[in-house]
């Protein structure tokens, strides 16, 4: 089940730059957390960042913080992921999701998905 659309993935040279959004069409974010996650081929789905509803609290994947900054902007019913600095290591498709409270490391917590966009980091 789709609930969930990301946007703005691509490619990118390593060093580049790209801005994910993530939006609902049939209900509101803003009673949500929000978190982007991220799959490669043959790995895991992994939490990348999420930022809260209530206090807007950011969390982020330990190799990300200081180049992804997680963003909301309620009366758009959007949450944006802006990621600088891409590397190789980067390239997944990434996914958001919505959840009660931040929880970057139980995939399984969230309700609702997306169906992903892909980045792709490479020379």
């Known amino acids: 089940q789709v609930q969930l659309e990301e946007s703005g993935g691509g490619l990118v040279q390593p060093g580049g730059s790209l801005r994910l959004s993530c939006t609902a069409s049939t209900f509101s974010l803003d009673r949500y957390a929000i978190g982007w996650f991220r799959q490669a081929p043959g790995k895991e789905r992994e939490g990348v960042s999420c930022i809260s509803s209530r206090d807007g609290h950011r969390y982020y994947l330990s190799n990300t913080k200081g180049r992804f900054t997680i963003s909301r902007d309620d009366t758009k019913n959007t949450v944006y992921l802006q990621m600088n600095s891409l590397e190789p290591e980067d390239t997944a498709i990434y996914y958001c999701?919505?959840?009660?409270?931040?929880?970057?490391?139980?995939?399984?917590?969230?309700?609702?998905w997306g169906q992903g966009t892909q980045v792709t980091v490479s020379s």
């Open positions: 999701a919505a959840v009660g409270f931040c929880e970057l490391s139980n995939p399984g917590l969230y309700d609702y």
